[in-house]
């Protein structure tokens, strides 16, 4: 029997592990960082918390074999998928990042796109006074300096960091529909849409509500992948490189 880690968290993560589950020459093991205080469990054997960096994740290939490793974090999720590419490549594992295709504007959209969490905090009091704020709660805090301005954030979970002095805090997780999106953003008077280029029709309904509105987004890019990694888009995609000889 081959068994598979999957580093999850995501929708995609989930919808891997139930396929693999009914497959009886496979044995998955979910893991879960452990951010979000109520998390979603996927099928399959599952475990809670981080490894410690590049070599923790390396000691524990070592400990607990597998025979191939699946990334399905988040896209932003950065730093875990340059320690899974590192720690794979020490242990030789064959290793893939499960990524779905980002967001790309269409017409109608009114898209400033940026490099980084900086970089949005730095533009925005040139775009509005009262922001949408849809960055995840350890994002927040880049824009707690930012006094002039008034922000309506939304996460699953309270921020653990500083958050603008003038905020309300709205915890909700998605999917979120296109006219619960609009009613929230008028009843708000939302100037501006700030978010991360996450991808996925669960969160996409803000963006459709935001050109609805004719309100500008201030659109976070991804941070670039590991150069050596092989890369899937879907889930289906991830089966193949399962199933395919290496």
Do not use: Y
């Amino acid at each position: 029997m081959r068994r598979i880690l999957i580093l999850g968290g995501t929708g995609e993560a989930r919808s891997l592990a139930a396929a693999l589950a009914d497959d009886p020459s496979i044995d998955t093991v979910s893991s879960l960082a452990g951010r979000v205080r109520d998390p979603r469990i996927p099928a399959g054997d599952v475990r809670i918390g981080g490894f410690g960096g590049e070599d923790g994740l390396a000691d524990w290939l070592r400990g607990n074999p597998v025979d191939a490793i699946v990334d399905a974090t988040h896209p932003f999720a950065a730093r875990i998928t340059e320690n899974a590419a590192e720690a794979a490549r020490r242990c030789r594992i064959p290793l893939v990042v499960l990524r779905r295709p980002q967001w790309s504007p269409v017409p109608g959209d009114d898209w400033r796109r940026v490099p980084d969490l900086t970089a949005a905090a730095t533009l925005l009091p040139g775009l509005g006074a009262r922001i949408f704020l849809t960055v995840g709660r350890q994002g927040v805090g880049a824009f707690a300096d930012l006094r002039a301005l008034w922000f309506l954030v939304r996460a699953i979970d309270p921020p653990e960091v500083d958050r603008p002095a003038r905020s309300i805090l709205l915890l909700a997780r998605g999917p979120f529909t296109v006219p619960a999106e609009i009613d929230l953003m008028r009843e708000h008077r939302i100037d501006v849409l700030v978010t991360k280029n996450s991808g996925g029709e669960q969160t996409a309904a803000k963006l459709h509500a935001a050109r609805d509105l004719g309100l500008p987004v201030v659109m976070i890019d991804r941070p670039p992948l590991p150069s050596a990694a092989a890369i899937v888009g879907d889930v289906a995609g991830a089966l193949d490189w399962i199933r395919s000889d290496r």
